[in-house]
């Protein structure tokens, strides 16, 4: 122990010494760039164009195997997601293996293959490598597409197509391709309903047999293996694959707008806005400036410790992130800066990105600003050259974007040589604020009376397919005498009627959901007057619970017990369940406002907005808002597929926004005046 002390204090002793020498006001000159060492990659090609690139790593007894095929992007016009669907096709049976045997044989050796429009990949112990790499290889020669697989892919994209009509998220990111490359450009143009249903089995095939040819294509294995073997396998695999003459196309030249504007996309479904400033770039891997827009993307949004993110949420409290991105790309790259702000902070949430992407571009960065996005681009980039698949990647780039051979070798080099000019100019280039489109998207009502208020840039209309519009109308009026009273009396009428509203006493629902392959399910107990108990339960555990009993109540999460007080009590004894909307008689009809379409009611009562159809009835959405660690928030909840129980009409589908995120309820139990007792409020 004595001597474990002494040691210590010798230690201690001997870095007091070592400060002692050490001037400490003076900044330490930076050393050499560290060197890397990249694996190094063997290269071949076959005669049908088809090239390999083979890296050696034997650390493990694995190989895999990834092709690409580079292709130029090209317009699908009105048969836009035949690509997409032929990628989702490929691999489900060959000519010579059905599509279970196929599945099963993978599944029995305990490895991957994958199929895509852009290529196929395949991984498994080295042992089944060389089987595993045939099948692969059957399935990106022998591909069968047949009437029947087609159709069930053609039902999964209508019904995702349609899952998402009303993701604001969604629409955001659809109409921000279209207005900055255009309806008629491969990167605008996007799948609708329409062009799903003009794609037939033969343009699946036409697109197979004319486009997924070796001609443009790189196969990268990287593994446990024995190069001179693998090469003589590669050849007998892919040697027979036929290259063929792939189509020219001329892509559409694409213009920034002459000055900054604002891009709104009404959606009045929206509890937040999505923003992104967005305009196109002429950047390439390899520019001579490449590595200076990179570290000026970084320190203006690459992370959490950059600009936007420490102003508008760490500063502001806008938004749970807001981020910068800039891509390179050979035809047309972007540089964007985004955020998903609160409804009443857009309009101040566009002058702080817009603040912040013009003070990097006329004021310099710091020093220290450049210093650590030099380390931190650095230390991504050892870690990365590491991996035996970096030196596959490095050299698959350096074919396709023409670099020179030391290009990865002097990359550290060169964004150590990054100055503070160099990134100044870079974020002037690059970052065009004087010729953006800020793109907004989304509830009108709620944002565009202050988006108005700034001078600055002119707004343009559009709705969520990017077709050019009027300027959305905020509100129709409400006619004379109507009131929330009428509104619920409409409701009851519309759901069965007020007798047999009144014969309820009881109801229990139980809802199931799918978080990431796990089920969810809630279980809802209703008993009048005004008592409730709601049960969640996730992978087969309660995971909450919340019981009323009329008078007293408590929540219980993950074991742990608190008593319903406060506001949340006195909600809770507001409800008069067993139908809720009772209560919002109380409430105010607001306006009138028009979602999808279709014109609805919308009553405020206390923290709550209540959406009625004004053709149906039918409510259709609540919106609480709650106060959430970035203030407050708005939870949706949509009501959808009435159905009719015992003469009332019951949502089945219920939709319920966590956040970012949406769970998708739907009713599978529904009881009415039965499968309830009191001991359920206990």
Do not use: C
Request: cysteine-free.
């Amino acid at each position: 122990m004595k001597t474990k002390i002494l040691s210590i204090i010798a230690i201690l002793a001997m870095s007091f010494a070592v400060n002692a020498q050490i001037d400490r006001s003076k900044m330490p000159k930076p050393g050499p760039a560290p060197k890397v060492k990249l694996g190094k990659a063997e290269k071949f090609k076959l005669k049908n164009g088809l090239t390999v690139i083979m890296v050696e790593n034997h650390k493990l007894p694995r190989a895999s195997a990834s092709l690409t095929i580079d292709n130029y992007p090209r317009l699908e016009g009105d048969k836009a997601g035949v690509t997409s669907m032929m990628g989702s096709l490929l691999g489900r049976g060959t000519a010579n293996i059905s599509k279970d045997d196929f599945n099963e044989k993978i599944d029995f050796l305990g490895a991957n293959v994958s199929f895509s429009s852009g290529g196929a990949s395949a991984s498994s112990l080295i042992k089944y490598f060389p089987e595993i790499l045939g099948l692969m290889a059957d399935g990106v020669k022998n591909s069968v597409f047949s009437q029947e697989e087609f159709d069930k892919e053609v039902k999964v994209t209508l019904d995702n197509i349609k899952s998402g009509e009303k993701s604001v998220t969604g629409a955001a990111r659809r109409v921000e391709r279209v207005l900055t490359y255009g309806k008629n450009h491969p990167f605008g143009e996007f799948i609708s309903k329409e062009s799903v249903n003009n794609i037939t089995l033969e343009d699946v095939k036409k697109e197979y047999n004319t486009y997924y040819r070796p001609n443009n294509a790189y196969l990268i294995i990287i593994g446990d293996i024995n190069p001179k073997k693998t090469k003589k396998m590669v050849k007998k695999l892919f040697g027979d694959w036929n290259k063929g003459t792939i189509p020219s196309y001329t892509m559409p030249e694409v213009k920034n707008v002459e000055t900054t504007e604002i891009n709104f996309i009404n959606m009045p479904n929206a509890v937040q806005s999505e923003i992104a400033v967005i305009n196109t770039v002429d950047l390439t891997l390899g520019d001579d400036d490449y590595f200076a827009a990179l570290l000026a993307n970084q320190i203006l949004g690459g992370g959490g410790t950059a600009r936007l993110f420490q102003n508008l949420r760490e500063d502001k409290a806008y938004t749970y992130g807001s981020y910068s991105s800039i891509s390179q790309n050979r035809y047309v790259g972007r540089f964007s800066a985004t955020a998903s702000v609160r409804n009443m902070v857009t309009d101040s949430s566009v002058v702080e990105l817009m603040k912040e992407i013009n003070t990097i571009r006329y004021k310099k960065v710091t020093e220290k600003e450049l210093k650590d996005a030099k380390e931190q681009y650095i230390g991504s980039f050892v870690i990365n050259a590491q991996r035996p698949a970096s030196a596959a990647t490095y050299a698959l780039e350096k074919e396709i974007y023409n670099l020179p051979d030391n290009f990865y070798e002097t990359y550290l080099a060169k964004i150590n040589a990054v100055t503070i000019d160099d990134l100044q100019n870079a974020a002037i280039k690059y970052f065009r604020g004087d010729k953006a489109r800020i793109v907004i998207t989304g509830k009108a009502i709620d944002v565009l009376k202050n988006l108005e208020k700034n001078p600055n840039y002119n707004i343009k209309y559009f709705d969520k397919y990017g077709n050019s519009t009027e300027k959305p109308e905020m509100s129709l009026p409400i006619p004379a005498g109507l009131t929330a009273s009428k509104v619920i009396d409409n409701y009851v009428a519309a759901i069965g009627g007020k007798e047999k509203v009144d014969a309820v006493k009881t109801m229990m629902f139980v809802y199931k959901a799918t978080i990431q392959g796990n089920e969810l399910e809630l279980t809802r107990k209703i008993m009048g007057p005004n008592k409730e108990s709601n049960v969640i339960t996730f992978g087969g555990q309660v995971f909450q619970k919340q019981v009323f009993n009329g008078e007293t109540g408590y929540a219980v999460q993950q074991g742990r017990k608190q008593d319903l007080a406060g506001e949340e009590l006195e909600n809770a004894k507001a409800k008069m369940l067993p139908f809720e909307d009772m209560a919002y008689k109380k409430g105010k009809l607001d306006r009138i406002e028009s979602i999808d379409g279709e014109n609805v009611y919308i009553i405020k009562y206390k923290d709550v907005e209540i959406f009625y159809s004004v053709k149906t009835g039918l409510k259709l959405k609540s919106t609480r808002t709650v106060k959430g660690p970035q203030g407050e928030v708005k939870v949706p909840s949509d009501y959808s597929d009435y159905k009719e129980v015992n003469g009332i009409l019951i949502p089945h589908k219920f939709d319920q926004g966590m956040g970012r995120f949406t769970l998708n309820f739907e009713l599978k139990e529904v009881k009415i005046n039965e499968g309830v007792t009191e001991k359920d409020f206990e």
